[in-house]
């Protein structure tokens, strides 16, 4: 698809001016939220997918203001460890509202999870629904199919879920057990641009229950997890055309008799409501023929930067003086401030940057809301953790919560 080019892509003349103006005195590195544009995205999903139950996926970016925001409006969350249950626990999300989506889980940890009143958990295994059994009786469970992934920038495969006929052993298994076999569930992929994936997912998931009727077992629920992409450099559709594709495969597998729905969105959540302002340190090339600049900023892959690991997100970034149709641009590698080879963005994907940048300038780092400042390492190299600024929805005033590390 086609690459977009320019900060007007994304932002409009107002959000870009009052972004400049933000960040002329502010020590970088650091991210800009948006509330409002949260709101939003949870209001476009809605409309689009009122069938949905909507589990936010709190790893995204569990900020405690994007969660509070979110219950409030109505959302529940999809949780990966007894700490997130501990986070929203304490900002008052009542357990009902939550369901643990992590397939790896320790047995005390379920325990943890059930005493708290978790009551919904995801499994992909013999083993964890034995440690289910044990220490959660009488919930409901949610069964993971194992997909490839293809087509999307971030895959989840392999390491979660489980092939179909495993799966529905599985259920059979499970329904000896104290436990309510609730429904299947499955990942196509983060940053998934390719529709047809919910297609052959939701097939797989009809074929396996249809299966389980003759068993006795009727599975309630579909999970249909996360995957909707957010834009980054390469567009992609918008999230109506993905909403009515999904409703449309649903009633063809489906008919009349749909089961309750859940859906997990993350970084289309948050996605496109962050901005990462960073500076660059040092312009350098390697050798007198070397026809590289290398472009170092004092961000990188341990402080809000790791899905650029092997290239795989591409984050539209921009010069903080740049202008539509820049004239005079030349290909850059990008890289971190630590000491650690691998803390290099971009080297395969150059991005262009006007030939007149300089050490000092700002870069803005667009669609960086999800999967950032969760990511950063406590002090890497003795770097801190990315520091959030948040921009309130309502007002649109800016306040500031520093040091936030999520």
């Not at 409309?47 to 405690?64: D, E, M, S």
């Not at 290398?294 to 892959?301: E, M, N, S, Y």
């Not at 921009?391 to 040091?403: A, F, H, I, R, V």
Request: proline share 5%; net charge negative; aromatic share 12%.
């Amino acid at each position: 698809m086609k690459e977009t080019s320019s900060i007007y892509d994304y932002l409009s003349d107002t959000e870009v001016a009052q972004l400049k103006n933000f960040i002329k005195d502010k020590e970088t590195p650091f991210v800009v939220l948006d509330l409002k544009r949260i709101a939003q995205n949870y209001h476009d999903l809605k409309t689009n997918l009122p069938i949905a139950k909507i589990y936010y996926a709190a790893k995204a970016n569990p900020h405690p203001e994007v969660i509070k925001l979110l219950y409030n409006k109505g959302s529940n969350f999809d949780v990966a460890s007894i700490y997130e249950i501990d986070q929203l626990l304490a900002l008052g999300i009542p357990p009902e509202r939550m369901s643990y989506g992590n397939t790896i889980k320790k047995a005390e940890h379920i325990a943890y999870a059930y005493k708290k009143g978790i009551r919904i958990f995801a499994t992909d295994s013999f083993s964890d629904v034995d440690k289910i059994a044990a220490n959660a009786p009488g919930s409901k469970v949610l069964f993971r199919i194992l997909l490839e992934g293809g087509n999307a920038d971030w895959p989840l495969s392999k390491k979660f879920g489980a092939h179909p006929d495993l799966v529905y052993k599985l259920i059979i298994e499970t329904n000896k057990k104290n436990l309510i076999p609730y429904g299947l569930s499955f990942h196509v992929g983060s940053q998934q641009r390719d529709i047809g994936q919910w297609d052959n997912a939701i097939a797989f998931c009809k074929y396996i229950m249809d299966g389980l009727k003759t068993e006795g077992i009727r599975l309630q629920a579909l999970n249909l997890g996360g995957g909707f992409p957010t834009k980054y450099v390469h567009k992609t559709r918008t999230l109506s055309e993905y909403c009515s594709s999904i409703m449309q495969f649903l009633r063809e597998d489906f008919g009349n008799e749909i089961p309750e729905i859940m859906i997990e969105p993350g970084r289309s959540m948050v996605g496109n409501a962050g901005v990462l302002v960073s500076q660059i340190i040092m312009v350098s090339q390697k050798s007198f023929t070397d026809e590289n600049k290398w472009v170092f900023i004092d961000a990188g892959k341990f402080n809000g930067l790791i899905e650029t690991l092997d290239e795989a997100i591409k984050y539209p970034i921009f010069w903080e003086h740049a202008q539509p149709n820049e004239q005079n641009t030349e290909k850059v590698i990008l890289a971190g401030p630590t000491c650690d080879s691998a803390d290099i963005m971009y080297e395969r994907y150059q991005y262009k940057f006007p030939a007149s940048i300089k050490e000092g300038d700002k870069l803005l780092i667009l669609s960086i809301g999800a999967y950032s400042t969760s990511y950063c390492s406590v002090s890497f190299n003795g770097f801190p953790p990315l520091t959030t600024y948040l921009l309130d929805e309502n007002s649109q005033e800016q306040k500031t919560l520093p040091g936030i590390t999520e």
